[in-house]
């Protein structure tokens, strides 16, 4: 009984090992290589690949530009109708979401500007507001000049900010005023009619 094991499945391996017939290798791949089938790489197919990836080079371009978002500009009108464009780097320049912050103020700065309806009635209280907004752009315009001397810091963005906000907001209380203004002027037209 002392058999080494080793020894006996070494056999029994051998016995069961399967032998192929000669040739049959050879035989085996030219069966497959007939029934694969060729693959022909003619100069047309190269042609036809070259020609979709130049056609979506090309749609995706004329896509981009007719869809890429332009930024506003920051102009600010003055009170004499002058329009005032900034050189430099800006608020908007330092970051992604500052530059919305920016257009966000600057868009609706102009929105408003746009919107005041000046009559004989109210150009005194027009101007004495567009004075003060001359004055804000004079402070913006410092501010500006700082930032791209000294380099960004906190300061002087929020400061930037904060102009752009007060400016906004001195617009909306023109614009309350002025319908004010109206409103008290039609009720005074009511009453003379009555």
């Known amino acids: 009984m002392s058999q080494d094991l080793r020894e006996l499945f070494k056999k029994e391996r051998e016995k069961e090992k399967p032998r192929m017939n000669h040739g049959h290798q050879e035989r ?3 069966r497959l290589e007939d029934e694969l089938p060729k693959a022909k790489k003619s100069y047309l197919y190269v042609l036809k690949i070259a020609a979709t990836v130049l056609l979506f080079i090309t749609a ?35 970051s992604p979401d500052l530059k919305k912050v920016e257009n966000y103020y600057v868009a609706n700065i102009n929105l408003e500007l746009s919107k005041l309806a000046v009559s004989d009635d109210n150009k005194a ?23 791209n001397e000294i380099g960004p810091n906190d300061q002087t963005i929020s400061a930037l900010i904060q102009n752009l906000q007060l400016r906004l907001q001195l617009l909306q209380k023109l614009k309350k005023k002025l319908n004010d203004l ?12 009555i």
């Open 28 to 30: 085996f791949l030219e």
């Open 60 to 94: 995706g371009y004329f896509a981009f530009e007719k869809y890429a978002e332009e930024p506003i500009k920051q102009t600010i009108v003055k009170k004499d109708g002058e329009i005032e464009k900034r050189k430099g780097i800006s608020l908007g320049d330092l």
């Open 125 to 147: 209280l027009v101007d004495s507001y567009m004075e003060q907004l001359e004055s804000l752009d004079t402070e913006y315009k410092r501010l500006n000049k700082e930032l």
């Open 182 to 193: 109206n409103t008290s002027k039609n009720e005074q037209v009511e009453t003379n009619i």
